[in-house]
């Protein structure tokens, strides 16, 4: 990992990646992407995705827990937020997915949706990425959630998500 520091009105990064797979069962409603902590693929020198979250709960399984899907932004300001869907073949008719503030009702404004998309599958693997600028606040976390509509369930076999936050001076 590396250890950038950042002055007032800085850049403030985090960078997660999946590179084992994760079912998405069949007609399911939205399900949050989950992220491990400490991959040598990313990156989190602003602690923006840690085991201890911020408001006191402690992960202990990241592959089980929607909670490791959550980047809790370090700073307010303008974010940018970056995702990388791979889903393995399947049947579908359509693929969703969107970022979305507080996924799990952390705060009074839960499921705050933004960038949905729902789209029709190409032929062979389903290979996504979406950008998206949101403003975005210490006290609100953020995840990407997918969705398919296949009849059986489906594996998102890679994943990335990211946030660069660019601080208010």
């Not at 992220?35 to 992960?59: C, K, L, R, T």
């Not at 370090?74 to 937020?81: C, E, F, K, N, R």
């Amino acid at each position: 990992m590396s250890t950038h520091t950042t002055a007032a009105g800085g850049v403030q990064v985090c960078s997660l990646k999946r590179d084992t797979p994760q079912t998405i069962p069949a007609n399911s409603p939205y399900t949050v992407i989950r992220f491990p902590f400490g991959s040598a693929e990313s990156s989190d020198a602003f602690a923006m995705h840690q085991v201890n979250q911020p408001d006191g709960y402690v992960i202990t399984n990241w592959d089980s827990d929607p909670r490791s899907g959550l980047i809790w932004p370090g700073v307010a300001g303008w974010g940018t937020l970056y995702a990388m869907i791979q889903w393995e073949a399947g049947n579908y008719g359509e693929l969703r997915d969107q970022f979305v503030r507080d996924p799990l009702g952390l705060t009074p404004n839960p499921n705050d949706t933004t960038a949905t998309e729902h789209r029709p599958p190409s032929p062979g693997m389903q290979c996504w990425t979406k950008s998206w600028g949101i403003f975005v606040n210490p006290s609100v976390p953020l995840a990407i959630r997918a969705t398919h509509d296949d009849s059986v369930a489906r594996k998102i076999v890679l994943a990335e998500f990211k946030l660069v936050i660019h601080e208010a001076a």
